[in-house]
């Protein structure tokens, strides 16, 4: 703080009473929307994340975190094996199954990869894992994989903005 320690009108401190204005200067940046799929003794699950990022290309490895609130928690921290399908913009009733409510893999025909995970066509593209390592993060676990195989079959991904979906624009 340049002004002698006062704080700039639109800054505050991060707590309980400003945790939705954190929220919102979260969603000041833009991500992309994925589901990530297990499959577990309760059969395949599905969970809707934007917590997805790169961590490194050697050893190939990408993150995401599930809240530990989560009701299917448990079994996506326990899960030596998962898939990331990043969603194409046209997949918003692919994503509404796997949010809380959400009908999940009931009556959704799919394809195993060679560990056993289920996995969803029309990807933009697939990341297919093995927990590499796992980290405290707050109220989420970060979860990081090594990357054992990539797909793309291009398009257009989904966006998360602002609490708000949508596809991305090039300026020129």
């Known amino acids: 703080m340049a002004d002698g320690g006062q704080m700039h009108p639109s800054e505050f401190i991060p707590g309980p009473d400003t945790s939705r204005a954190f929220r919102n200067?979260?969603?000041?940046?833009?991500?992309?929307?994925?589901?990530?799929?297990?499959?577990?003794?309760?059969?395949?699950?599905?969970f809707a994340a934007n917590s997805f990022a790169?961590?490194?290309?050697?050893?190939?490895?990408?993150?995401?975190?599930?809240?530990?609130?989560?009701?299917?928690?448990?079994?996506?921290?326990?899960?030596?094996?998962y898939a990331i399908h990043v969603l194409p913009h046209s997949a918003r009733d692919m994503l509404a199954r796997f949010t809380r409510?959400?009908?999940?893999?009931?009556?959704?025909?799919?394809?195993?990869n060679p560990e056993g995970v289920p996995l969803l066509d029309n990807a933009v593209a697939r990341f297919d894992c093995r927990q590499h390592a796992t980290?405290?993060?707050?109220?989420?676990?970060?979860?990081?994989?090594?990357?054992?195989?990539?797909?793309?079959?291009?398009?257009?991904?989904?966006?998360?903005?602002?609490?708000?979906?949508?596809?991305?624009?090039?300026?020129?």
């Open 25 to 46: 200067a979260l969603g000041c940046f833009a991500t992309g929307v994925t589901v990530v799929t297990i499959d577990s003794a309760d059969g395949p699950m599905g």
């Open 54 to 81: 790169a961590v490194s290309l050697d050893p190939a490895l990408v993150l995401w975190s599930p809240a530990k609130s989560s009701s299917r928690f448990a079994h996506y921290s326990a899960a030596m094996h």
């Open 101 to 112: 409510s959400g009908a999940g893999f009931s009556g959704l025909s799919y394809q195993r």
């Open 135 to 172: 980290h405290d993060g707050g109220d989420h676990q970060i979860i990081v994989g090594r990357v054992l195989r990539a797909a793309v079959n291009g398009g257009q991904a989904l966006i998360f903005h602002q609490g708000q979906y949508g596809q991305f624009s090039p300026l020129d």
